[in-house]
Every structure is written in C-alpha cells, then in structure tokens.
C-alpha cells in the first residue's frame, strides 16, 4: 500500500484546531469547524468537506475507498460519530455515536438519530429528509417542516464556534506536508 | 452468569415460619430480593420489601415540565399533564411547540425578520424523529394554553358526544347520582335532580322501563373510527405498502379509546402523570420513606432503607479454580477469559468463593454465617432416584464469628491494612501474598481472608457432587452482634449495691435469611482430567 501522502487544503476561513488528526488529502471548505480531538482519515482516497460544516469531538471520517468522498455544506457530525459515506449532502446532521456505513449515501437534510446504526450491506442512498431514530434505527421522512429554523440555527452554531472556539483552542495553520 | 445473593422477606411466609423457602424451588424467588430495594423498619426491628409495605400516594407531577399537580385536578384532568406536554406517537419522547417557518423569498437564504417569537400556526414538533403535528392536522394559534386549544377537539370526537349522549339518557333514571359514580365517571351529578321532574312521563311509567337508546350516529359509521376490524380495515391492509404504515402495539395501547390501526392516524398525547409514593410498615405503621415534595428533587425526608442497617455481601468466584490446570486463562486478555471461567462450576469439583461483606453502621460488628441445611429431594434430570436424593453439593462456611470494622470515612482509615494492590482474585492462587496461612503452608481457603475499612472478605468453599444439576444455590443465616447506641440507665445510688450491675452497652443481634447462587453447574466433560 503506498504511503500516505499528506495534503491538506484548508481555508483560511475554516476553524481548524490543532488536536485534530488528518491523514491523506483533505480539503476543507470556508467557514467549517473542527473541533479538537477530531479525526479525518483519507486513507485510500481524497475527502473534500464543503463549507460550514461543525465536526465536533471524537468524530471519525474515513475514506477508505479510492473515490473522492464529498462531505457538502453545512452538516453536523456530533461527537463520537463514525461516518464512511461515499457521499453526503448539506444541512444533515449525523448524532452523537451514530456510525453510517461506507454504503450508505446521504442526501440533504437528513438526520441520523443518536447512537444509530446504518450499516446496511448493499448500497443504499438516502433520501432527502430522511430521519433515522431509535435503537432499532427505524427511519421516517421528515416533513421538511422547521427546516428554515433550523438551517438559521445550523448557521449561528458554526458562527458562535467560529468565534469562540480559536479564543480557547490553538488553531492549525496552513498545508502540512 | 455472576453469583449472586439475595436477601429474604418474611412476608410471604406465613406467620410463624420465618424461615426461607428451600431455593432450588422456583416458587422461592418471590421471597428474596436485591438489598437495594428493601427497607428496615426500626421499630418492629424487620426487614420489609417492596410486597409489604403500604404505599400511599404522596403526590402527582408531570414529568416533563415537573409540575406538581394538585391531587383534585388529577382525576379531572384524566391522570394526564394538563399543560402543554405531549408525547409524541411514534418514538413518545417529549414533543416541543414550534413556530412554522417564516415564508422565504430567496432560495434557503435565512432572512433577518426570524422574530424570537416565530410565527403562527405553532404545531408540535419531536425532535427525536421529526414528527410534527401538522400531519395530523393538529396547529395552534398561540404556543401557549396548548391543553385549551385541544380541548375544543377532543370534545367535538364523535366518542365523547357519543359519552355525553348516553349519560343524558340514563340520568333520569338514577335515583340519586351516588357519590362514587360522580367521583368516577365525570360528568354525572352535575344534574340537578328537580329536572326531572320537568320528565312527568317518566313518573307514571314503570321505573323499570326504559325507552330505548338511539345512538347519534350509526354503529357502522364508529366502527370505521375505531379498529373493529371489518372491511375497512381489510381494505386498508390491502392496500399496504410497507409495515411501516400499520401503528405497532407500543404507540396504540396508550389510547382510551381503540384508534384507527395506521400510522398516520396516531395523534399526540397528552404525557401522563407520575407520582410519588410513601411507603410505611405494614404493621405498626412507621413511615419508611418519605420523598420530598418538590418535584425536581430526588432526595428524601426520611429513607430507611435496609442498606443503612445490613451489612452488605458481594459473592465472588476467584477465576481459574486452584483445583483445575487444565482450564488456564488462555495468553489473551484475561479480562474475557476470566469472566467465562469465573462462572464455570463443573460438577464433580470443589470451588472456593468469596463473600465480602461491608459494615455500614458506625459500630463495629461480629457476624456470624451458617448455612441452612436443606432436603434436596427433586433433581431435573429423571436419573435413577438414589442418586437424586444425595445432595448435589455440599458448603463449608467459618463457623466461628468474625468481626467488621465500623463504617467511617476513607481518610480515617489506617494506612497498613493495604486497601490497594490486594485483590481477593490473587489470593487463590498466589502463595506469597495470602495474608492468612495456617502453619502447612497451604492457602486457607475457608475463614477470613482479609480484612480492609470496613469490608472484610471471608472465604468458604463448595464440593458439588458428581451428579448434580440445577443452580449453586443455598440460604444463608447471617446474624450480627453490634453495640446499641441506645443510652442504658446510669448506675446511681439507688441500686442495691448487692445486685452488680455490669456497665456494658447493650448488645443487639439481629437475623437475617439470605439466599446465594453461585451460578450454574455444568456436567462433566467426558475427557479425563489429570487433577481428578
């Protein structure tokens, strides 16, 4: 397996902090925030994460394939989730402990409830405004209803931590190689 | 499986008998429960469980918004939160009020007019599953006085005006509402009974006849709203796409009345009350917890729990036996491996457990243990009928009694008993560290072990016979000697100085049955093992 080749594109926008475990080419978006303790592993393959997305404590996003994984703009990934997906759309949000497969594609909006396991083993994509919830993670479809609220919401999370989280934490600057 | 013990309530046996029911019987493990949920009454000096003690309601409060509901309104408000708390019908997790989105002019662009308030229609809104409200229909005006708003449609179902219907007729002929139909059915005995004599027909007719009932509307009609399971509801699986569409049995039982079976029909409930007990003795009525009357506290007036009084016992297998080489923890984590090997009991060996019993008075106590001697007359298996008679194991215990350090705080504790480091699970097996070896060298295994704070750790050992089956398990005496605190009557002038009267605190001792499973034997294998 050939070595990891480290790239990492973030932008100068992007909150960054300096705990954070990157491996492998990574492309950070405007306005994203990564807490410390994260960990984005492109392992076989490139990641590009969009902007504002929130990637909070003990989060893990891997890409174990060779293809490009896009993460879109905007999603929550809460602490000590686990994502795979090839592919995921903006305004989700992935909960706390939850773990998607790297079969599973996610569209906008979606949510993932806390502690869910979507690990279905042929490929599945996700619809828009899917909601996963309970221990068995039994899915509905949200009504998109409160969806303007919480985008709203979504936007001054990413703005207060934005502005608070470089005040307590150091930041990570620039490529590293 | 862990070994276990569990202590015993004399409430299920009869009056004279206070010993415990022999435990290999299934019958007996409605005697014993977990020290955790038994209580001690001071008074009568005895042990109560959850089965005999008397509980009294103490108060009523909703759970969600933890308000306490005065005792009057709960049979009003049908035992439910009268406030704007609802479960929500699919995952019944709180559901919140919410303001619709403000209508957007760009393409998902926040606009800057999202007002604090937010803006009508409100609806409820989960945010466990994203359900809301408005797919059934249900918005508010306000998000306030939600239980107000609903009222006016809870009162238009067709069930309730059914109710009322019905109670209207019947009301003339009761002779006097009684006061425990008003009190259960609400409603009745708002009538006044001078109006019936505006009914003068009624007085002539004989009182047994009744004319008969017309309903409002036709039974065929209602029977669509309820699951009756006729053709609608054969139509409705039909036409089903995916188990999803039909409402599983945890989101229907909730509701008063039968609901339509599909999912999209389930409606929001109202959260129901929870209350808090008070529970006393059953007989002489000494209160033994009391919670405090706030809601948001978890704490107690009074709390007289059996863990305060009785020491506490912990059973432990040590892991890999000293009897048995050939069962050695592999070279994995033997975190794991021990875990499986400390509940093996094979039959036909011998294994020494220990019982860690803790002291939480402030005096010190000496315990003594027995074990109860039982007839052990069925066995499971249909083997020849000598064999079952023989008891399936047989457990040796100290006999003498044997003291527990008194209950203090950690710092007061001295440093050279070693509280750190000494773990019972090494003193099987480890030569060098046993602290109690009598003079041949070899490891005691019954007796006392260890002593540190105010646990002190004894072993004993059990031989479980070549043919047994079932469960380890056996009923234990403990009884404890300890001081009273209770003041004696000093020795003043008045005594006859020919009596002496010894100064000695008083000595209480108090008994307890409890019931120790070791966990369950396996048969032998049929490989020879070399220690056998």
Redesign the interface.
């Known amino acids: 397996m050939p070595p990891i080749r480290d790239k990492f594109t973030i932008h100068s926008k992007a909150v960054v902090c300096q705990d954070v475990e990157l491996k492998g080419d990574i492309t950070i978006g405007p306005g994203t925030v990564v807490h410390p303790k994260a960990t984005i592993f492109a392992i076989a393959g490139p990641i590009v994460i969009g902007s504002g997305c929130i990637i909070e404590e003990a989060a893990i996003i891997v890409n174990r394939r060779k293809e490009v994984m896009r993460v879109g703009d905007n999603n929550l990934f809460e602490i000590g989730c686990r994502v795979e997906c090839p592919s995921i759309g903006n305004f989700n949000t992935i909960s706390t402990r939850a773990r998607v497969h790297h079969t599973v594609r996610i569209a906008s909006y979606c949510v993932i409830g806390a502690a869910c396991l979507v690990v279905p083993t042929d490929d599945e994509t996700l619809d828009d405004y899917t909601s996963i919830f309970g221990p068995a993670a039994e899915r509905r479809t949200w009504s998109g209803r409160g969806r303007v609220q919480e985008a709203d919401l979504r936007l001054k999370h990413a703005e207060y931590l934005r502005e608070m989280l470089p005040k307590f934490n150091r930041l990570r600057r620039g490529d590293g190689t | 499986m862990a070994p276990t013990i569990h202590y015993y309530c004399p409430c299920q046996s009869g009056e004279l008998l206070q010993t415990p029911p022999p435990p290999h019987m299934a019958s007996s493990s409605a005697s014993f429960h977990l020290l955790h949920s038994l209580f001690f009454c001071e008074e009568c000096d005895a042990v109560r469980c959850n089965r005999c003690v008397a509980v009294e309601v103490s108060g009523y409060y909703c759970p969600n918004c933890l308000f306490e509901v005065p005792s009057a309104s709960v049979r009003a408000e049908k035992n439910r939160c009268a406030r704007n708390c609802f479960s929500c019908p699919?995952?019944r997790s709180t559901l919140q009020v919410?303001?619709?989105?403000?209508p957007?002019g760009g393409d998902?662009r926040?606009?800057a007019s999202?007002s604090n308030v937010?803006e009508p229609p409100f609806?409820l809104?989960c945010n466990?599953?994203?359900?809301?409200s408005?797919?059934v229909g249900i918005t508010f005006e306000k998000p306030t006085g939600l239980a107000a708003q609903l009222q006016k449609f809870e009162d238009s179902a067709p069930e309730s005006l059914e109710f009322e219907r019905l109670k209207e007729h019947f009301e003339p002929f009761l002779p006097a509402a009684s006061a425990a139909l008003a009190r259960d059915v609400p409603g009745v005995g708002k009538y006044n009974p001078l109006a019936r004599s505006r009914v003068g027909r009624d007085r002539t007719a004989n009182k047994d006849e009744m004319p008969e009932y017309k309903s409002r509307m036709e039974i065929s009609v209602l029977g669509q709203l309820g699951s009756e399971g006729d053709d609608s509801d054969v139509d409705a699986l039909r036409r089903m796409e995916n188990v999803?569409e039909i409402a599983s049995l945890e989101q229907r039982w909730g509701n008063s009345w039968t609901t339509s079976l599909r999912t999209s029909d389930l409606k929001p409930l109202r959260i129901p009350l929870h209350s808090k007990v008070s529970k006393r003795c059953p007989t002489c009525r000494h209160i033994l917890i009391k919670p405090e009357q706030k809601a948001q506290s978890v704490r107690y007036k009074i709390k007289l729990v059996a863990a305060n009084y009785l020491p506490a016992i912990t059973v432990g297998i040590p892991h890999a036996s000293g009897t048995d080489t050939a069962r050695r923890p592999q070279t994995k984590a033997t975190g794991v491996s021990d875990d499986r090997n400390a509940g093996i009991l094979t039959a036909g060996k011998s294994y020494p457990f220990h019982l860690a019993l803790t002291n939480p008075l402030y005096d010190p106590i000496q315990v003594r243990l027995s074990v109860q001697r039982m007839h052990v007359t069925a066995v499971t298996d249909g083997t020849a009928p000598e064999k079952a008679r023989r008891t399936p194991f047989a457990v040796s215990l100290p006999t003498s009694p044997f003291p527990v350090a008194a209950f203090a705080e950690a710092w007061e504790y001295d440093d050279d008993d070693d509280m750190f480091g000494l773990e019972d699970d090494d003193l099987g097996l480890d030569v060098g560290r046993s602290r109690d070896r009598d003079g041949k060298g070899k490891i005691k295994a019954v007796g006392v072990l260890e002593k540190r704070a105010n646990v002190t750790v004894v072993g004993g050992e059990v031989v479980i016979g070549k043919e047994a089956r079932g469960h380890v398990k056996f009923n234990m005496l403990v009884s404890y000697t300890y001081r009273s605190d209770d003041p004696l009557p000093s020795e003043d002038g008045a005594g006859t100085p020919s009596r002496t009267v010894v100064k000695s605190p008083e000595v209480k001792t108090f008994t307890f049955y409890t019931v120790v499973d070791l966990g369950p034997i396996l048969p032998r294998e049929e490989k020879i093992d070399p220690d056998i």
């Open positions: 699919i995952c919410v303001a619709s989105d403000p957007d998902g926040p606009s999202l937010g609806f809104y466990h599953c994203r359900w809301d408005a797919e999803e």
